[in-house]
């Protein structure tokens, strides 16, 4: 099983920028993906970006490709999402997964997620 941490939400105005950490542990050598999702109230949760663990390669969701960034740091287990030039609609809670496919964007090939942090983006 692996457990997750994320940490770095807060409130922002927009155009300002944010940093999402997301803490890995336990059986993390299964890990061969972690992404980014966010669910905003009344919506579905959507995917946002995604990175091989490995390889290092990744995707984002046209909506933040551009803005938002996907990164890692396998000495410390951690994925970040820095998010720049944040738009009133990024409002969310921003949840980390990880999966033991290659790039998934689809919510169920992800069994272990974090708590989520609320990020709030005001106009």
């Known amino acids: 099983q692996v457990q997750l941490v994320e940490s770095g939400g807060g409130l922002v105005q927009a155009g300002g920028s944010l940093r999402l950490s997301c803490a890995a542990s336990?059986?993390?050598?299964?890990?061969?993906?972690m992404a980014w999702f966010r669910q905003a109230p009344g919506k579905e949760r959507e995917f946002v970006a995604a990175i091989w663990w490995s390889g290092g390669g990744t995707t984002h969701a046209d909506s933040v490709k551009g803005r938002f960034t996907i990164s890692r740091d396998n000495t410390k287990n951690t994925v970040y999402l820095q998010m720049n030039s944040l738009k009133p609609e990024d409002t969310a809670v921003y949840y980390c997964a990880s999966s033991m496919a290659v790039l998934p964007r689809d919510p169920k090939a992800f069994p272990s997620w974090g708590q989520g942090t609320q990020v709030t983006v005001s106009s």
């Open positions: 336990g059986r993390t050598f299964n890990i061969n993906t």
